[in-house]
């Protein structure tokens, strides 16, 4: 692998899925692989599990890592080509990113979307820009429209709960849930992206106006009824996110979209996290053993590290 920008990177996923599960048994089985390597990662919006988790994976495979937060602690950055930077924008991509190719040997971004301009949100400015320019490996940690990292921690906690189960074919339900704030597409985008590539049985549900980008939807079930929706599902999986038509509009606060025990029947639950609390899903759920956002959350150290250990030894997977 020579990046990780989105999950078409993976040429192999069984096998990528196969050596986080190895390094969920044995963790430090590669631990000189990073040895004298770099790890940067830059961050434009807040994280708390890719932060840690990332961090844990490089470590675990002997890398050194370097934290640069950049929307608080570095130059204000400048993004377009031609302008005249006259403004509080004092650092150019261009320069900022071969600067930081030159003390890291993989860098990992993340950068939210603006959700005010589908079409440059689209573009993933950000992520291509460092790509680009950086002459390093680069590592996607949630840019505008991909959150790959998560969506694979999400297929590992599905496989493996399937294995435990002994559940063959499962239904999944994507479900959108009420939240106040807008938020972006790259956590759904990349789990539908993910069930697809995996050929599970999968169902999104959502109110009027909230289709996803009918690109990565193309063949998926789709039941505005929740309800019905979550018939017989064995996997539960609740997450807000704003329209992409009225692109980066709240559309719904919709209280009754929340997950509740009743909804949830014997099904698993499953969230990327943060998640409010009795907004997005009920206490009920989250504290019962149905949940496996914990289990997710850790899963995200593993599937961090097959990517790495994938790009730092050029794995074919
Ligand atoms: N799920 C996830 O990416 O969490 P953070 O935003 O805390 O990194």
């Known amino acids: 692998m020579k990046q990780f920008h ?3 990177d993976i040429t192999e996923i069984d096998l990528l899925l196969d050596r986080a599960r190895s390094f969920k048994r044995d963790p430090f089985q590669k631990e000189s692989l990073g040895k004298h390597k770099t790890l940067g990662m830059l ?14 994976a490089a470590r675990n495979l002997g890398m050194d890592v370097m934290v640069l937060n950049l ?6 950055m400048e993004f377009e080509d031609g302008t005249r930077m006259h403004t509080d924008k004092a650092e150019h991509i261009r320069e900022a990113a071969a600067v930081i190719g ?17 079409e440059a949100d689209r573009a993933e400015k950000i992520l291509k820009g460092f790509a680009a320019y950086a002459g390093v490996p680069v590592i996607n940690m949630e840019s505008a429209t991909a959150h790959p990292l998560q969506a694979l921690a999400d297929a590992l906690t599905i496989t493996d709960t399937m ?14 849930a009420p939240h106040p704030k807008a ?28 289709d996803l980008d009918p690109g990565i939807t193309a063949g998926v079930t789709i039941n505005k009824n929740q309800d019905e929706a979550l018939e017989q599902a064995d996997f539960v999986y609740a ?29 698993r639950f499953m969230h990327c996290l943060p998640v409010r609390r009795n907004v997005v899903v009920e206490d009920a759920v989250l ?23 994938a790009i730092l030894g050029r794995g074919e997977w």
């Open 6 to 8: 989105d999950l078409n």
């Open 287 to 309: 504290d019962s053993d149905q949940s496996l956002v914990i289990e997710q959350a850790g899963n995200r150290t593993w599937v961090a590290q097959a990517v790495l250990e």
């Open 43 to 56: 961050f434009f919006n807040a994280s708390l599990r890719t932060r840690m988790s990332t961090q844990k």
């Open 183 to 210: 938020l972006p597409h790259a956590v759904p985008n990349s789990f539908v992206k993910m069930m697809k590539q995996l050929e599970m049985d999968l169902t999104i549900t959502h109110p009027e106006g909230y």
């Open 71 to 76: 929307d608080s602690d570095s130059w204000k």
């Open 102 to 118: 030159q003390y890291a040997d993989l860098l990992a971004i993340r950068a939210f979307p603006t959700l005010s301009d589908r």
């Open 239 to 267: 997450k807000n996110w704003s329209s992409y038509r009225d692109y980066g509009k709240v559309l719904s606060t919709d209280a009754s979209w929340m997950i509740t025990k009743e909804k949830l029947g014997n099904a």
């Open 163 to 176: 294995e435990q189960l002994k559940t063959k074919k499962p239904k999944i339900v994507l479900s959108w």
